[in-house]
């Protein structure tokens, strides 16, 4: 059983279900991902209907510890993603959608 999927691994399924040439596979997966951090990051959010939500939310600096030397030391704001999924991602996962 597979643990997680790579990039190249979906590029060589979208090679074998759609008949395109790997190149074409390549370039089909790097453009769809740029182009949804592009949106992520310009809009903030962004709803591919049937998948799911991204969203930046921003988290505030804290104080946290280094647990090798027990030392203070801050940790800095930052953005972070996530990602809600729809109703039907959700039911396909709890196969509810058989």
Do not use: A, C, H
């Amino acid at each position: 059983m597979r643990i997680n999927l790579t990039k190249k691994d979906l590029i060589n399924q979208i090679y074998m279900q759609l008949g395109f040439s790997k190149l074409v596979s390549e370039n089909l997966i790097n453009d769809f991902l740029s182009t949804v951090i592009l949106n992520l990051k310009e809009e903030k959010k962004l709803k591919l209907s049937g998948f799911g939500t991204f969203s930046i939310r921003r988290k505030k600096s804290r104080i946290g510890r280094n647990p090798k030397t027990k030392e203070l030391t801050v940790i800095s704001s930052r953005e972070v993603v996530l990602f809600k999924p729809s109703k039907e991602f959700k039911e396909f996962i709890n196969n509810k959608n058989d």
